[in-house]
């Protein structure tokens, strides 16, 4: 039953990921649409959970798993995808820098990692690689913020 619930919320998440894709821009001649990773993020979510879905159907044998541990799945699954919501909306509210630098720590500590140097570098590395990825090599043109952007404080 876990593994059944858990693929219906990532198909979920696949399809919400794949109809806000349509929401970013066309890219103009001779750039990348800065849709393309969301967009296949989200396929990719689609075809795992799909994966999920019929391997669960498939699988006869009864989970001896408790009802509260499949509860607790569902629910650090719920509470990422808030946490996703929560930061597509913060990037377009203040850029990408400062709501990356929050996110990542938060979500490397649902994921397991503990170490509070680990935690405090992802805050700075985290949003520097994505803009090297993003931005430089992709020349993806970087969200500005409408209400703050810490990019416009970093680059004077």
Known sequence: MRALSEGVVLFALGLFAIIGVWNVPAAA???????IVPFGAG?????????????ALRSS???DKSQSAENNAVLEILALFAIA???QHSIRWFGYVLPTAIT?????YMFGVRSKIGLAVSVVLCPLIYHIIFFELLGV???FGEVFDLLDAIQG
Do not use: H, K, R, S
């Open 141 to 143: 043109f970087p969200p």
């Open 104 to 108: 990542a720590p938060v979500v490397l």
């Open 85 to 87: 919501l929560l930061y």
């Open 61 to 63: 044998t009864p989970n």
């Open 43 to 55: 396929l990719g979510l689609l075809i795992i959970a799909a994966f999920m879905i019929l391997g």
């Open 29 to 35: 001649d001779n750039e990348t649409w800065a849709g």
